[in-house]
């Protein structure tokens, strides 16, 4: 864990900030697990996003398991909704409903959808999967809140291929404009869409620059190293004339050799030997 002072950092007021990197790692086994027994996809993209996720539930974001509509707390939307498996294993692993409720995963008649959704689901702030629309949201959100004078953040985490769309860049016009110093971006940048390299699909570079242009302070940093993360994000929250997109820059697949850097694994699900292969490439990656 990092050393890093900021008042915007450490978990709910009722429990100490959580080992990050542990976390990970159980977000990281949950999921493959959960994709592979339900017959979902995207294992790549959530793995692509763990340790940003884990280190939001386990360090930054003020939320209470106890209390999931507390006023005060701060406000997640994964807009890349389809790596939703990601942050269902993040909120039963901080307390926010039974582990064991993780099993049921797209399976049908369940609340955990494919697909993130706050439906029956405590401290899900909004059902995604329609790429370009969380940012909107989010934007929305710390836009309301700074017109009530309420203290807490709005984190949005995005997928590189999704800011392909418009809507985003709308969004992130408007949070320049009204200066929405308590929203944070977090793009999830592995370099893959859905079906081959950003760089193949619309290329975004110089992407920190555009993010620059529009008004916004940006902060680069590996999306897999804990400490890098959380001084971004620590620097986000001092941050007080304009809105911060963190751009993580990450590997799709990351902890299993055969999963990062492919496209493969944006749809594939992990059964039968892949299975086992990945799994146990997770338990060597993992062992201190």
Request: proline share 4%; hydrophobic share 40%; with cysteine.
């Amino acid at each position: 864990m990092s050393a890093v002072d900021s008042s915007r950092i450490g978990a709910a007021p009722t429990e100490p900030a959580t080992d990050t990197v542990a976390l990970a790692a159980r977000i990281r086994r949950h999921a493959l697990h959960m994709t592979s027994s339900g017959g979902s996809s995207h294992i790549g993209s959530i793995l692509s996003m763990t340790d940003i996720v884990a280190v939001l539930y386990g360090a930054v974001l003020r939320v209470d398991p106890a209390d999931p509509a507390w006023p005060d707390r701060d406000r997640f939307i994964l807009s890349k909704g389809h790596a939703g498996a990601g942050v269902y294993a993040a909120l039963a692993e901080r307390g926010f409903f039974p582990i064991e409720t993780l099993s049921q995963h797209y399976r049908d008649g369940s609340n955990l959808s494919g697909h993130v959704s706050h439906k029956g689901i405590p401290g899900v702030e909004l059902s995604t999967g329609s790429l370009g629309h969380g940012l909107s949201v989010g934007a929305g959100m710390a836009y309301g809140a700074k017109l009530d004078g309420r203290a807490h953040r709005v984190v949005v985490l995005l997928s590189d291929g999704e800011c392909d769309e418009g809507s985003n860049w709308e969004a992130i016009l408007f949070a320049a404009h009204h200066r929405l110093s308590n929203l944070c971006a977090v793009v999830d940048y592995n370099k893959i869409q859905s079906l081959k390299p950003v760089a193949e699909t619309l290329g975004l570079e110089p992407f920190a620059d555009k993010w620059r242009a529009f008004g916004w302070a940006v902060v680069e940093a590996d999306g897999h190293d804990h400490e890098q993360l959380l001084a971004a994000f620590a620097e986000a929250a001092q941050t007080s004339d304009r809105p911060t997109c963190v751009i993580a820059h990450t590997v799709k697949g990351k902890g299993v050799p055969f999963m990062e850097h492919s496209v493969l694994w944006h749809y594939r699900t992990a059964r039968g030997d892949e299975f086992d292969a990945a799994l146990a490439a997770l338990d060597q990656r993992d062992v201190p």
